[in-house]
């Protein structure tokens, strides 16, 4: 097993001989061989629609469905090993938690997969799951693309935020390609933001220090046409990734995210609305990571239909491929 990574990418390929031979003295020898391929330890986080590392709290609003999908899928997933994992206390889930033991939730209000019955909860609506594994995060492969440093202005491409210029977006914002943001930083938006790209935060420092704090309308929408962002184009299934920051959303403007959310610490109040489209809500904050207190997030679906395709590293082995097995020259 090793780490995807340059030194042992996946899709890397070995080939395996095995010689074998009969009795103490050779009169006979067969030889067979294989390929084997590095491949990801498969994971479930993406399955869910809230995973996160460290404690969810449900205290007020919703996390359910865009008109026309089940409610069942705003399943919440949590990998912390102690108890309270999930504590639900208010508000509405519309799918079933996932714990990684029994006991580590706690449920005193609200209601989870259409019960309001906390018994009934935990006895039918809570399932415990092997402990998934959580990406390792490689917010280096972005920065090179990141070929424009911030000064001023609010149309941003492909732009790097240099660390403590804590830059405040007052009256709106349009992000174009990449917006690396290094640490430590606290990046305020407010007004409409449109993002024509996503947003990469240096995996470096931690909450307490890096921060997002959203207090308008967030609209994602593909990336722009033209060269300058041809060199970023096969890096989808992200809008946010920030491993080591915290997202605060609030306001009353609602929000439309595509892609997968993958954050240090998530906090949501206010009166706003967010939808993700083919993405996960993934927190890896070990303490109080996912917290709902706002209004309604609704996902489309999961992330597991989108993703990424840069920037997280799994666990990973050497998976036979049976179809060239063959039989050769000792």
Not at 3 to 21: A, D, H, S, W, Y
Not at 61 to 73: C, H, M, R
Not at 237 to 243: D, K, V, Y
Request: hydrophobic letters at 35%.
């Amino acid at each position: 097993a090793g780490l995807l990574g340059f030194e042992n990418p996946i899709g890397q390929q070995i080939k395996v001989k095995t010689t074998g031979r009969f009795g103490t003295t050779v009169t006979s020898s067969r030889a067979v061989q294989m390929n084997y391929q590095r491949t990801n330890m498969p994971t479930t986080i993406f399955d869910f629609a809230v995973a996160s590392k460290g404690k969810v709290l449900m205290q007020k609003g919703a996390l359910t469905s865009t008109t026309g999908v089940p409610s069942s899928i705003a399943s919440v997933m949590s990998g912390k090993s102690t108890t309270p994992a999930v504590s639900v206390s208010g508000g509405t889930i519309g799918g079933d938690l996932s714990i990684t033991a029994p006991g580590l939730a706690t449920v005193t209000g609200g209601s989870v997969g259409g019960s309001t019955v906390p018994a009934d909860i935990i006895a039918n609506h809570t399932h415990i799951v092997g402990t998934p594994e959580f990406p390792i995060i490689d917010t280096t492969v972005f920065k090179p693309y990141a070929v424009n440093t911030y000064s001023s202005g609010s149309l941003l491409k492909n732009v790097r935020i240099p660390p403590n210029a804590n830059p405040k977006f007052t009256g709106g914002a349009t992000i174009q390609g990449l917006l690396y943001i290094e640490s430590p930083n606290t990046v305020e938006f407010r007004g409409n933001v449109q993002l024509q790209g996503f947003i990469v935060f240096e995996n470096k420092g931690n909450s307490a220090t890096n921060m997002i704090d959203m207090r308008g309308n967030f609209s994602q929408v593909p990336l722009p046409a033209g060269a300058e962002f041809d060199p970023i184009r096969w890096m989808t299934g992200i809008s946010l990734l920030a491993p080591t920051a915290k997202i605060v959303i609030s306001g009353s403007v609602d929000s439309f995210l595509k892609g997968n959310v993958i954050l240090g610490t998530f906090s949501n109040g206010g009166s706003a609305d967010w939808s993700f489209d083919k993405g996960s809500l993934i927190t890896l904050d070990p303490g109080d990571s996912a917290i709902f207190n706002g209004k309604t997030v609704k996902f489309a679906s999961t992330g597991q239909l989108n993703l990424p395709t840069a920037g997280l590293k799994y666990s990973s082995y050497f998976s036979p491929d049976g179809v060239s097995y063959e039989e050769v020259k000792p």
